[in-house]
C-alpha cells in the first residue's frame, strides 16, 4: 500500500472513483473513527502527529469528493495524470435526460425548487441591513451570519443543499481559523454559501478573505 503521503483522495478514503456521495460519507465515517484520538486501533502504529496529519488529509479528501463541483475538477485532474481512467468517474443519474413519461411531474418539482432561490434574491435585494452588509469592504463571520439569519436560512438547510460539511459552514461563520482549510478550498465552501442564499459571490468571498487576512 503506498504511504498515505502519497495516496489520492479515493485511496485515502479507500473508495472507487465511481463511489456514490452515500459510500463517501460512510466510508470517512469509518476511517475517520480508525484514527481519532480515542482510536486504540491506530494508537500504536502512528504518533499523534501523525494522527493529526492523515486525520487533516481526511478531512481535504472528503470535502472535496463529497461537493460535486469540486469533485468533477479532482477527477479531471486524476484523468490528465492517468491515473483515473476516463468514464471511471462518478456520475450523477439524477443530472440526467429526464424520461419524457416523468416530464410533468419533474417540470412541477423544479419549479417548485426554482421559487425559492429567486425569492431569496429578491428579499436581500429588500432588506437594507442586508445591502449595508454587502457594502462594506471586509466581512466577517458575525456578518455571514446575519445576512443567512436576516433571510431565515438554517444553516442545516444549506449544509444539506451544498453538500459543504455543516462543520465548516460553523466555523467559517465563528471564524475558526483552526478548523480552516487551504484559501483554495475556502473560497469553493464561501461561493456555495452565497450562491445558495442568492447573494453576490464575489462579494462574499472577496470580502471575508480580506477580513481574514487583516486580522492576521
Do not use: W
Request: glycine share 2%; aromatic share 10%; net charge negative.
Amino acid at each position: 500500500m503506498k504511504p498515505y503521503r502519497e495516496q489520492n483522495y479515493y485511496e485515502l478514503l479507500e473508495v472507487p472513483p465511481n463511489a456514490s456521495p452515500l459510500e463517501i460519507r460512510r466510508a470517512y465515517k469509518k476511517i475517520f473513527d480508525l484514527y481519532q484520538d480515542e482510536s486504540i486501533a491506530s494508537y500504536s502504529f502512528f504518533s499523534q502527529e501523525e494522527r493529526n496529519e492523515i486525520l487533516a488529509r481526511l478531512e481535504e479528501a472528503y470535502l472535496t469528493v463529497i461537493n460535486p463541483e469540486f469533485r468533477d475538477a479532482y477527477d479531471r485532474r486524476l484523468i490528465e495524470l492517468g491515473l483515473v481512467e476516463e468514464g471511471k468517474q462518478y456520475c450523477d443519474k439524477t443530472k440526467e435526460p429526464v424520461p419524457m413519461y416523468d416530464f410533468k411531474k419533474t417540470h412541477i418539482d423544479i419549479l417548485s425548487i426554482t421559487k425559492r432561490p429567486e425569492n431569496l434574491r429578491n428579499r436581500a435585494s429588500e432588506k437594507p441591513v442586508i445591502q449595508n452588509i454587502l457594502a462594506q469592504e471586509t466581512l466577517a463571520g458575525t456578518d455571514l451570519k446575519r445576512i443567512r439569519t436576516e433571510l431565515e436560512i438554517p444553516l442545516e438547510e444549506i449544509a444539506e443543499k451544498t453538500n459543504v460539511r455543516i462543520e465548516m459552514l460553523r466555523a467559517i461563520e465563528e471564524e475558526a481559523h483552526e478548523l480552516f482549510l487551504p484559501m483554495v478550498y475556502m473560497k469553493g465552501f464561501l461561493k456555495s454559501y452565497a450562491r445558495y442564499l442568492q447573494v453576490d459571490e464575489n462579494t462574499i468571498v472577496n470580502g471575508f478573505i480580506k477580513h481574514i487576512e487583516e486580522g492576521k
